[in-house]
């Protein structure tokens, strides 16, 4: 829900590193999944309207803890934030991954689960997609900063939980609790049938205004690492009416995206997948994810320090140039993989080539044609369209 001092500023800019592309943030970028990202909108509509309080909004809870938990995160990291406001009693759902160097300090990823008349499924399904695919991909990845992944429920009330997670959990720790940044993703569906190409920046631009400089410079930083990460362009606005407000107000330092083409369907009961692009999320999944690398500063040496899984490796995989005359290469994210094997079928399903653990396929002998050509992990495999020119 949303829309209707220079010294401090260069103390910022120090700590905040320099930003250049980082294959290893590339490489985990990549695996964010089309396929994930549509799952968890339409599991998401099919919970109903998650008004706060209701029985759909604790279900909608327990499907979260449960993608948590099937990611790989332990009873132990997920906590439940029961609290109660106005007559409305509900529960926050945080997840805390522990950083590496300072795990002490947070980076927030956050987002509102809840829903009104609608079932709000971008407003804010979208945002719950991508945080979800962020925190899958980013599970065992080390990081410098812990991260701390909040699904608020009431937004829509009146920011009811993120108030509540400031005041009794932010505030009550002692010492205070010490947050880096918020960085808040709310409705960002786009809008079915346009071309939905740029995302909104939120920076603060509201009082206190001691954080303000801080926030333009992690916001600059949101929209730098969207155009190194992703395709999407950027564009800014002022933060205003969502999750991070209450942070703001306490004087966290606060960036979040939101859709540039504003859709007329939220809080009403067209808010649903059909209305909206689905690719447009997987687009801001990725631009999130190679943000939330690079607030948290994530391991540069994925490859050494992760590895992949054959499914990951498959989600990854790039066979190119396509079409091809002469040779095919094949890529996926570890380099070093020494045990996949590679075939070649026509259309009739006759095998025509057959090699293993060879990234450069010569087909100079196909004729022109469409072929099928299918890359094996271990007990996986994915086939893709070849064009012979």
Known sequence: MKRLLLSFALLFSAIYSSQTFIQAYQDRVNLVSQNNINTYLQEFENLGVKKTGTTANANALNWLKNKYLSFGYTNAQIK????????????????????????????????????????????????????????????????????????????????????????????????????????????????????????FCDRDQSSPNYNNAASQQITQELANCTELYSILKTDFDPAYASDYVPFQENGEVITGFYEHNISPYPHSTQDILANMDPVYVYNVAKAALGAAQHFAIADTEFLAVNGCSPAQM????????????????????????????????????????????????????????????????????????????
């Not at 939980?161 to 786009?190: C, W």
């Not at 996926?332 to 590679?342: C, E, I, T, V």
Request: some cysteine.
């Open 314 to 389: 498959l989600e990854s995989l790039q066979i190119f140039p396509n079409p091809a005359k002469d040779f095919l290469n094949i890529k996926m994210l570890n380099s070093n993989l020494k045990d996949f094997k590679f075939e070649i079928r026509d259309l009739s399903g006759k095998i025509i080539h057959q090699s293993e653990n060879t990234a450069k396929i010569d087909i100079s002998e196909l004729k022109p044609g469409i072929y099928l050509g299918t890359v094996i992990v271990e007990d996986q495999k994915t086939t893709r369209k070849i064009v012979v020119e």
């Open 80 to 199: 439940e934030d029961p609290w109660t406001r106005s007559g409305y009693t509900s529960k926050n759902l945080v997840v805390t991954k522990t950083g590496t160097l300072f795990p002490d300090k947070y980076v927030i990823i956050c987002g509102h689960f809840d829903s009104i008349v609608g079932p709000g499924t971008n407003d804010n399904g979208s945002g719950v997609s991508v945080i979800l695919e962020i925190a899958r991909i980013l599970k065992d990845v080390p990081t410098d900063y812990s991260i701390r992944f909040i699904n608020f429920s009431g937004e829509e009330q009146g920011l009811y939980g993120s108030y509540h997670y400031v005041q009794n959990v932010v505030n009550a720790t002692n010492p205070k609790m010490n947050i880096r940044l918020v960085f808040n993703i709310d409705e960002v569906g786009g809008i079915a049938g346009q071309v939905n190409d740029t995302i």
